[in-house]
């Protein structure tokens, strides 16, 4: 899993998490397990949410219900979280909008296919220079 995102600071951590709200108004976070000290913690979460809001990161709502899970990293510096880190599968979360299409499918073969040509076509007009 490749970190999504990393959150440095009180207000990059709460504009995030506003975004998302506004995003999945139904929006909600079951915590699975905390492990942690005193300069840390690692949150293990399952998340589910119906994008029907705002955009979320540049994307239109499209209605869909999502279910992902992941793992947030948290830094602490006197009691307070300075940084998050966020992991969570992005592609899966591309699926579950509909922004790719389902795994195993027509659809994501058609992809796969459809970009595979487009690299092997740049190899081959770059060889030819």
Not at 4 to 19: Q, S, V
Not at 50 to 63: A, V
Not at 81 to 105: S, V
Request: overall charge positive.
């Amino acid at each position: 899993m490749v970190a999504i995102g990393e959150l440095r600071g009180r207000d990059a951590i709460r504009e995030f998490y506003g975004e998302m709200f506004r995003a999945f108004p139904d929006f909600e976070i079951n915590v699975k397990r905390i492990i942690g000290d005193d300069v840390g913690a690692a949150v293990r979460w399952v998340a589910s949410g119906t994008f029907t809001g705002s955009p979320f990161q540049g994307i239109q709502p499209t209605g869909r219900r999502i279910e992902l899970r992941g793992v947030d990293y948290m830094e602490i510096s006197d009691g307070l979280i300075t940084n998050n880190t966020i992991f969570y599968d992005g592609a899966e979360f591309a699926r579950q909008i509909g922004m790719l299409p389902a795994r195993d499918t027509v659809g994501e073969r058609l992809l796969l296919a459809a970009f595979n040509a487009r690299v092997r076509l740049r190899f081959l007009l770059r060889r030819r220079r």
